[in-house]
């Protein structure tokens, strides 16, 4: 079935730190994928999407690529702040109405 | 101003009360969700309406019952709650023809059984 891996965290970074959250999805058509960022005591905001493949997803620093080759959407950010400390969640949508969570990578981002 | 506003922010109730969730949309989305976020940040599908016709019903117990009075609205009603009940809901909505843009979510409701 569809689904969404995403790496385990939670995953602590220093400031201006280079950031990497993997996410890999499995899916029988052709998926948009997403990041969704959920702050503390906040709900989820959507980060950036991308609908195609090679389409590359952008927003606040954080930049990720759909690769269908490697069925990935790595979610990056070339040099972290305190605020970014969140909660992320790669997701996917086929069609129909049902999108696909990972299961979350909390970041913490220490001064 | 708030595109989807949940009410109330924060519940706590006693074990075996009956109560309710509301959600409204202001962004003239037509299909509306309830997620259920547990203590490891997991996020589950429960239910989802279209046009206030029911479209996802994953397995919940039959005990959490929803219902969509129109296309801006869609409340949670959960009957003798449980103690595994406790979890943060959150309401979601979205449009669902063009182009595939992601959902927008209320800021959730804390849920405490005790």
């Known amino acids: 079935g569809d689904s969404v891996t995403q790496m385990e965290g939670p995953v602590t970074l220093s400031e201006e730190a280079f950031l990497t959250i993997n996410c890999t999805y499995t899916a029988t058509g052709y998926p948009s994928l997403f990041w969704y960022v959920q702050y503390p005591g906040e709900g989820l905001q959507l980060l950036l999407k991308?609908?195609?493949?090679?389409d590359k997803g952008s927003n606040k620093g954080f930049e990720a690529t759909y690769r269908k080759e490697t069925t990935s959407f790595h979610l990056e950010k070339g040099s972290v702040q305190v605020s970014d400390s969140a909660v992320y969640f790669c997701?996917?949508?086929?069609?129909?109405?049902?999108?696909?969570f990972g299961t979350g990578t909390s970041l913490t981002v220490i001064p | 101003d708030t595109a989807v506003s949940q009410t109330p922010k924060y519940l706590v109730t006693q074990m075996g009360n009956d109560k309710s969730i509301k959600c409204e949309q202001n962004?003239?989305?037509?299909?509306m969700y309830w997620y259920k976020q547990d203590s490891k940040k997991f996020l589950k599908i429960m239910f989802s309406?279209?046009?206030?016709?029911?479209?996802i019903n994953e397995t919940v117990p039959n005990r959490f019952s929803p219902k969509s009075p129109d296309k801006a609205h869609l409340n949670l009603h959960i009957n003798s709650l449980e103690l595994g009940d406790s979890a943060v809901y959150f309401c979601?909505?979205?449009?669902?023809?063009?182009?595939?843009?992601?959902?927008?979510f209320g800021s959730g409701t804390r849920l405490t059984v005790v």
């Open positions: 309406y279209n046009n206030k016709e029911l479209i």
């Open positions: 962004l003239g989305h037509d299909t």
């Open positions: 997701a996917l949508k086929i069609t129909g109405n049902q999108f696909y």
């Open positions: 991308a609908t195609k493949a090679d």
């Open positions: 979601a909505s979205r449009l669902s023809h063009g182009t595939p843009y992601g959902y927008t």
